[in-house]
């Protein structure tokens, strides 16, 4: 216990310390009509969550043994550095998302390769698609302080307790090394923001949470559904979203302020509101998925709670669009 207390510590240290780091480095992240901040910050934190989870992750696999379920070290690992090279290229010089998507789907081809349990056309072509989803889903809801890397590390934090006993070795190297990380970073973006993680963190860690869920959906049962039970306010903000603006004819690439997230802040709550309601929006989901897991609570009412609470933040930033006159969104 106490030799994976310790690589948790020396985890959370690597990451502080290339946060750090990169602060002082200041590749800026400069406003833009669709920003939340108004002076430019400084990007890059995700160097040090994603280089200090994959320092960590080899070693916590060696102290937690192996397990068949987990994704093969070396391309696991090759497959999160070749995403986080070209997000961090993205970051210092804008490219077309073409190159954004090769990455995500070299990346996530790579990661299903490493699964022993996706080998046939069909669960591979699933795989693939829900990892580069994940990507683009925790991506687009970074534009929050403390939003994406608060919901990851609570995420990250039950994940162990939530999944079916026989799988607790297999990913608790996983959410262990990426809470410890994420953990580092957090305390220079929330409240206020001293560095933003950019695309080398948000693709990064949603990737690292499809991953777990693809490793949860093999031990059959109900355990796939944890991982979006867990993650539901980023995933229903995202297909709400994109299914409004293509119904609005609008592109769905294009980036925008229409997230509800955004048209909340731009009602006028804060980030110290917004960030710890998505958290709460985690838990909610935790606590169904254990409900669930308990035999509890049918899949179905779950699901449908679950959907409930989004339907009634929904609702509530329609209003705040209505009574604030924050414009089109």
């Given at each position: 216990m106490m030799q994976k207390s310790f690589l948790f510590v020396v985890v959370w240290a690597f990451s502080v310390l290339l946060v750090r780091i990169m602060i002082h480095v200041r590749v800026l992240d400069h406003p833009v009509a669709r920003s939340a901040h108004d002076t430019p910050?400084?990007?890059?934190?995700?160097?040090?969550?994603?280089?200090?989870?994959?320092?960590?992750?080899?070693?916590?696999?060696?102290?937690?043994?192996?397990?068949?379920?987990?994704?093969?070290?070396?391309?696991?690992?090759?497959?999160?550095?070749?995403?986080?090279?070209?997000?961090w290229y993205d970051d210092l010089h804008t490219r077309p998302?073409?190159?954004?998507?090769?990455?995500?789907?070299?990346?996530?081809?790579?990661?299903?390769?490493?699964?022993?349990?996706?080998?046939?056309?069909?669960?591979?072509?699933?795989?693939?698609?829900?990892?580069?989803?994940?990507?683009?889903?925790?991506?687009?809801?970074?534009?929050?302080?403390?939003?994406?890397?608060?919901?990851?590390?609570?995420?990250?934090?039950?994940?162990?307790?939530?999944?079916?006993?026989?799988?607790?070795?297999?990913?608790t190297p996983i959410t262990g090394s990426m809470a410890a990380a994420t953990a580092g970073f957090i305390p220079f973006n929330f409240p206020n923001a001293r560095i933003f993680m950019g695309d080398v963190g948000s693709q990064g860690?949603?990737?690292?949470?499809?991953?777990?869920?693809?490793?949860?959906?093999?031990?059959?049962?109900?355990?796939?559904?944890?991982?979006?039970?867990?993650?539901?306010?980023?995933?229903?903000?995202?297909?709400?979203?994109?299914?409004?603006?293509?119904?609005?004819?609008?592109?769905?690439?294009?980036?925008?302020?229409?997230?509800l997230y955004q048209v909340a802040h731009r009602s006028g709550l804060p980030c110290t509101v917004l960030a710890p309601l998505a958290w709460a929006m985690c838990l909610w989901g935790g606590l169904l998925a254990w409900l669930l897991r308990q035999g509890a609570l049918p899949l179905w009412a779950a699901f449908t709670l679950a959907g409930a609470a989004q339907a009634v933040w929904m609702e509530y930033v329609r209003h705040r669009a209505r009574t604030h006159h924050v414009g089109r969104w």
């Open positions: 910050i400084p990007t890059g934190g995700g160097i040090g969550i994603m280089t200090a989870f994959m320092a960590g992750f080899a070693p916590a696999c060696t102290i937690w043994g192996p397990a068949s379920a987990r994704p093969a070290t070396g391309g696991f690992i090759g497959a999160l550095a070749l995403l986080c090279l070209v997000s998302i073409a190159l954004k998507l090769v990455a995500q789907f070299a990346a996530a081809m790579m990661i299903v390769a490493c699964l022993p349990a996706y080998t046939s056309p069909l669960t591979t072509v699933g795989g693939v698609a829900w990892l580069v989803f994940m990507a683009n889903c925790v991506n687009f809801m970074d534009g929050l302080n403390g939003l994406v890397s608060g919901t990851s590390l609570c995420a990250c934090l039950m994940l162990p307790w939530l999944a079916p006993a026989a799988m607790a070795t297999a990913i860690c949603g990737m690292v949470l499809g991953t777990l869920g693809l490793m949860l959906a093999h031990d059959g049962g109900t355990a796939w559904a944890i991982v979006p039970l867990l993650m539901s306010g980023l995933l229903c903000d995202v297909i709400f979203t994109l299914v409004r603006r293509w119904r609005a004819g609008e592109s769905i690439v294009t980036a925008h302020r229409g997230h």
